[in-house]
Each structure stands twice: as C-alpha cells, then as structure tokens.
C-alpha cells in the first residue's frame, strides 16, 4: 500500500502570516520595553538637566555659576546632543534599534534582514551620530559637579570601548563596504573639510588601484 507525504511548508521571506498567541507575547513585550525605554529616556533628559525630577545628576555641593550667556549656550548644546541622537535612529531604522520591528516580523512569520548599510545625513559625517550626541550630552553641564564628571567620565570610557566592539563585528558583516566607510568617515568629531562620497564609488576606486598595479 503506497502512500505519499506532503511536505511541510515553510515561510517565505516577505509573505506575512497570522500571528500566533506565543508571537503576540513577543510584540506586546517589545511593545512594553519600548515604552519602558522611552519613560527612562524622558526621565534621563530631566536627571541630566535637573528638570521635573526629584534629584537631578547636579544637586549638591556647588562652585560659582558661569556667565548667563555661557550657560545658555551650554543648554543649546545640550538640546542639539538630544537632537542628533534621536534623529540618528530614525536614519536607520528607529524600531528595528529598538527590538520592536524584530518582533514584528517574527509575530508575521517573516524572515528578519538587517536594515541596509547608509551614509545618509549625519551619518555622512560621522560613523557613530547616536553615540556623539550621547557624548555630548553627557559634558555640556553648565555646573560640573563632581558627580556629574565622574559620570561623564565612565560614560564616554564605556561609548569608546563600545564602538570598538561595534566596528569588529560591522566589518566582519559588511566587509569592504564598512572598512573603507571607516577609513574615510571619523568616528565621533566631524571634519569640516570631509568631501561627502556618493555610495558604492569606493568599489570604483578599488577597482582603479586594481588595475593600476
């Protein structure tokens, strides 16, 4: 008595699927942590500039205050750290960062690819835009207390040791595409006189030294 025996179907990439019971867990947790992230993001922002928070990261002990002018300046920079970083995210891609588009295409059954490689806005500019804006954050303090600067301290020591970590696993996954992004793009201070470079050209220029010897 013969028989035949289906085979079983497997998801295709790009087809979306009706999310089971264990895939909606998955998105309301992501879902959950999100917003976790978003209310110590919001609660960071007033700790840093000692603003609608119990106790901010500069109370305490303190030494004569800058000038007006000085310290305003500084709060500007402080807003524009803000700004570069969380507009950074969004050049990429902002919920795949945050883990949310991950559990969403797992909750559809759709296979996960990694956002594509880009040089748009800021990052053509430098290499790690989230980073910088951390960094300066973390040192435009009108009054740098000594808490503050130690906090500065570790967080810009530990922003460092992360993107070297970073760039060994971008290089080992992008191969020549990031190494050449890295040898022509800083890290975390612009140059002024950086010559933004049309994607995909370092491929030609590869190809000329190629030829060339």
Known sequence: ???????????????????????????????????????????????????????????????????????????AVYAAGWAIAVSSTFLVSHFDLFGLRQAWLHARHVRYSPPPFTERGIYGRIRHPLMAGFVVIFWSAPVMTAGHLLFAVAATGYILVGIAFEEHDLIQSLGGTYAAYRARVPALIPRPWLRRTPPGSWRSEENDRKQAT
Do not use: E, N
Request: hydrophobic share 55%.
């Open 1 to 75: 008595m013969s028989h035949t025996t289906k085979p079983a179907r497997l998801p295709v990439a790009g087809r979306p699927q009706q999310a089971g019971r264990p895939a909606l867990i998955i998105v309301v947790y992501a879902v959950v942590v999100y917003l976790l992230f978003l209310a110590v993001l919001c609660y960071a922002a007033g700790f840093f500039a000692g603003f609608g928070v119990p106790k901010g990261i500069d109370d305490g002990s303190r030494a004569a205050g800058p000038a007006a002018v000085a310290v305003d300046l500084l709060w």
